[in-house]
């Protein structure tokens, strides 16, 4: 890696870990990888959560559709209507668009429909379950992780759901993130879009693991 390049990278890196050190989470659990509102260009998913308690979590990490009502002819002939669902297509989706649908508001204070940079609206997502639920529980009293690499992810839009769950299995916190997964052709030369997660998210969860021991 050339100098020219380094340097900005190691700023870059140093940003992030200043941010996440400063960051007071409310919630038992905040989800370190990927970053809500983030895009990636990669054909794997680094999921990282971070519990700063004694606690189980149940993790879940779902591919968004969005589902279009068609007219199907059955094996008798009779026309039916049903909820076709496809995978969103995540190639447009700005960082802007990916805080506007976390945010979970299709209006505005004032009523206005809040829009996409594609200039539509932000529909009704059908969850699919991309990886099935895991339950972690955080066996010390200080900072513990879960990690796991996804693999054979497409693009698309994902969304990572982390539930705090107490004795009863009832649910007390929850946390999203989203994240839109492109082609890796897309890519831009961004800092920060550049750097894949297989490396640079791996790099800092082994920091923060060096710095909480």
């Known amino acids: 890696?050339?100098?020219?390049?380094?340097?900005?990278?190691?700023?870059?890196?140093?940003?992030?870990?200043?941010?996440?050190?400063?960051?007071?989470?409310?919630?038992?659990?905040?989800?370190?990888?990927?970053q809500d509102s983030s895009i990636a260009y990669s054909d794997s998913l680094l999921v990282s959560v971070k519990l700063s308690d004694t606690k189980t979590v149940r993790i879940t990490v779902y591919k968004e559709q969005t589902g279009e009502e068609k007219q199907v002819t059955g094996e008798d002939g009779s026309v039916q209507t049903e909820t076709v669902y496809s995978d969103v297509d995540a190639s447009k989706l700005t960082v802007n668009d990916l805080s506007a649908i976390a945010a979970g508001k299709k209006t505005d204070d004032s009523g206005k429909l809040i829009t996409l940079s594609t200039g539509d609206g932000i529909p009704d997502y059908h969850d699919s379950v991309f990886a099935e639920s895991v339950e972690y529980t955080n066996q010390t009293s200080g900072i513990g992780f879960y990690t796991k690499k996804l693999t054979d992810v497409k693009p698309g839009l994902y969304k990572v759901v982390v539930e705090t769950l107490e004795k009863g299995k009832d649910v007390s916190e929850t946390v999203v993130s989203y994240t839109a997964v492109k082609e890796q052709q897309e890519e831009k030369k961004s800092i920060f879009e550049s750097i894949s997660q297989s490396s640079t998210l791996k790099f800092l969860q082994n920091l923060l693991r060096g710095l909480f021991k």
């Open 1 to 34: 890696m050339s100098r020219l390049f380094a340097r900005p990278v190691m700023i870059a890196l140093a940003a992030m870990l200043a941010v996440f050190l400063a960051f007071d989470s409310a919630f038992a659990a905040s989800i370190v990888s990927p």
